[in-house]
């Protein structure tokens, strides 16, 4: 697979692996399980988590790039309730959610700190 741009920080090398993984994980859910819908909603807040985070980067302002970290803290935790819902109506095994929602919490936690660096420094 050939990687077209290299991102800068870790927390978007973070979510971007973690939006990866959730669309592989997505992908086998539909055509193993042929499970459709909760696969979908996953897949859109997983992937949207560090979308947020790469529109942040190129904020207008400094609450401009607040509220793009806000949405993609949002997402994360989205995320992690349908990561949650999908292995408690027996879709999936725990390991595979297991590793998806740690990647997910280490998202959550690093950009609970970014935003309050951020506005600490309003």
Known sequence: MMK?????????????????????????LMEEKRE?????QLLKSGTSV???????QQAQSRSDFISKLSIALKEG???????????????DDLRQISALTVQVDAIISMLVRSIKTAKDRS
């Not at 978007?12 to 997505?26: G, H, I, M, P, T």
């Not at 560090?50 to 942040?56: F, L, P, W």
């Open 4 to 28: 077209l741009m290299k991102t800068t920080g870790p927390l978007q090398e973070k979510s971007y692996r973690y939006a990866l993984d959730v669309v592989l994980f997505c992908k086998r």
């Open 50 to 56: 560090g979308a947020n985070i790469e529109e942040a």
């Open 77 to 91: 935790y989205e995320s992690r309730f349908w990561l949650r819902l999908i292995h408690d109506a027996g879709y």
């Open 36 to 40: 459709f819908v909760l696969s979908k």
